[in-house]
């Protein structure tokens, strides 16, 4: 695993969700520095990109907005349940600190949503008593103070004044709690891309391309023409002249030979650039308009971005997945009530006497061996 770079990022582990579309009651353990989700249409893929999506709005919209975004609980709240949608990540903030959970519970009443219940259950040391620094209900928290919170340090209650944003996103805007103030910053650099993430509308793909192109040649020149080398590389032939040309941006703009494909690769690739930014980035459909014979190479993107990001995959493609290991690809299913089921691949039977055996892990799921069992 080459993350020279990113040794000391933080990186979530684990992530717990109850309620929310189809992710009825899903657990995953295990997240790697590239995760891909691999299944059907409707099999809940995208739902849990969009968790992690929701979750990052919330901190930096608030709870309403990202709420009022994706249909209110009409459309986010898994159909026939009943009680809160919760959300829980394990992270770590290094390799070596001990693991931190966040737990946000949502509801909502004849007000709009509300923030049920929050904590963040922490522990000083590895061989610390794991406690809740962070705990809140109804607007109402005790907070454990210090730079590095023990157990028996003093702690102060307060009411926030507002139900519809989460504790950490307002305490940590505030001097005094260094904790919180991380993970509201951790969580809030999280950024997307894809086909469905942003259910409310993403910018054109053609004009975020347009833009990122303009960003990379004013801020980052060099980066660009690593861009536009990979891609000739890929598909010889396809820069031309934009290699050269003063305004890259208007040369492609004013171009109408360059196929759907190359302009999806070329996306692609001036994503990554933008994703290098964040320490989490989810991808949904990330292979999408690209042709399978270059899809193989966009496992090998994710592991040079793995070094700085995080990376969570949605994907249809066997071809990545091919360049993937079992124990990073997840198996995504739904069972007879409609609800996602999710098995680690290397987990599921057969898949290692298979591999070890010269099978490919995307041709394995082509041919049926990840549907569910139930």
Partial sequence: MNRTRGQGLPRVEAVSVRNFRC???????????????????????????DVFAFLAECFRDGLRMAWERRGRFKEMRTWGAQGPIVIEIKYRERPESPGIIYHLAVDENENGPFVAEEWIRWRRWLRSNPFRMLDGKNGMVRITLGEMPDEHDPTAEMMLGTTDVPAVAILGQMNGYPRISALRRYIAAWRFAGEAVYRSGPAPVRQQLLDGIRLLQNEQPERLREIFKVLEERIPGATGLLTVAPDPAAWLLSRTDLSQGT?????????????????????DLPETGIHPRLQPGLAGDFRTLSAQT?????????????????????????????????????????????????????????????????
Wanted: with cysteine; charged share 15%; hydrophobic share 45%.
């Fill in 263 to 283: 302009l999806s690769l070329l996306a692609h690739l001036i994503g990554l650039a933008d994703m290098a930014q964040p320490a989490l980035a989810g991808m």
């Fill in 23 to 49: 992710l009825r009651d899903v657990q995953i353990k295990g997240l790697m520095p590239v995760t891909a989700f691999l299944g059907a249409n409707g099999s809940g893929k995208s739902t849990l990109l």
């Fill in 310 to 374: 995080q990376c969570l995959i949605s994907t249809h493609s066997p071809f990545l997945a091919n360049g993937l290991t079992p124990e990073e690809v997840w198996a995504f299913n739904r069972n007879k009530e409609g609800h996602t089921i999710v098995r680690k691949t290397i987990d599921l039977p057969g898949v290692r006497d298979f591999m070890s055996q010269g099978a490919m892990l995307g041709y394995l799921w082509t041919e049926g061996y990840f549907e569910a069992q139930e």
